[in-house]
């Protein structure tokens, strides 16, 4: 059995890691990043204070937030940095962790995400679209400032871009296009949406494929409400009339496309 710790449990990506990977029949050591609250100790998952002696025996470091610098100086075990800023490592292969690395950093959700469109769609060429970005990718840092934004509007005020370092609640914010696609921040907590405008290659036609494990066909374009409370990806097709041209909605939950699927897979128990 794999004897993992999360250094950050107190954070809402830290939480799920943990509820996923013990559901998964791993040993697991719940950490925070430091010194812990009230209401950390408190709360449904206990967690410890981390100190190097908690880590002798671990097979993986599970970072899901940033722990004290000196506390994986002398770890020998692997490190996996599901970090949103300031990860290192290689990049998270979409399969097994390879031999030999010790350290793999996070893979962002959006590549997790347009690496199933070939797996959904035959006969596709190419593709631009809109991604729809909910704030959940910040994970409580994200949460709990569109909370406070949207508190400090409704009172009247102006709100606190510190956090984010943007306006977030009530706005809808294009921005700079990166190559075919588009990033609009939404003022939504959970579930991204991307609407992606798919061309068939030459000589060939789309055709829609039975979806692949984790996937769904919905009946109507999905919400980033039904995204956030779906644990499958959402996804739904319009065909153009010469199946030369589509359009391709997906919504999916950036937690759990970003970390949480790929690490079962990385570590083998998916």
């Known amino acids: 059995m794999l004897k993992l710790a999360v250094i950050g449990a107190q954070t809402l990506l830290g ?3 943990v509820q996923v990977l013990e559901a998964a029949e791993a040993s697991v050591l719940p950490l925070s990043t430091g010194p812990l609250t009230v209401e950390q100790e408190e709360s449904d998952i206990v967690v410890f204070a981390p100190t190097p002696a908690l880590l002798v025996g671990m097979d993986v470091a599970i970072l899901a937030d940033t722990p004290d610098e000196h506390l994986l100086e002398h770890f020998p075990g692997r ?3 599901l970090r949103a800023e300031g990860c290192e490592g290689e990049a998270m292969p979409f399969g097994a962790w390879p031999e030999g690395v010790k350290r793999l950093k996070l893979r962002p959700a959006l590549e ?3 690496g199933l469109v070939p797996k959904l769609l035959s006969g596709v060429g190419g593709l631009s679209g809109t991604w729809l970005r909910s704030v959940a990718y ?3 840092t994200g949460l709990d400032a569109l909370h406070a934004q949207t ?4 009172k009247g005020e102006d709100p606190d871009t510190e956090v984010l370092g943007y306006r977030a609640a009530f706005e809808v914010i294009p921005q700079v296009p990166r190559g075919a696609l588009t990033e609009v921040r939404v003022p939504a907590f959970h579930g991204d949406l991307l609407i992606l405008q798919v061309r068939a290659a030459a000589g060939a036609k789309l055709a829609q494929t039975d979806a692949p494990e984790g996937v769904v ?6 919400s980033s409400r039904d995204v956030a409370t779906s644990p499958e990806l959402l996804a739904y097709l319009t065909l153009g009339e010469d199946q030369t041209m589509a359009t391709l909605i997906l919504g999916f939950d950036p937690i759990l496309w970003g970390a949480m699927r790929p690490t079962l897979a990385v570590l083998g128990l998916k």
């Open 79 to 81: 490190v996996l940095d």
């Open 112 to 114: 997790q995400v347009l």
């Open 138 to 140: 910040r994970g409580d």
């Open 217 to 222: 066909w919905a009946g109507e374009p999905p």
């Open 151 to 154: 508190k400090q509007i409704l």
């Open 15 to 17: 939480r799920e890691l």
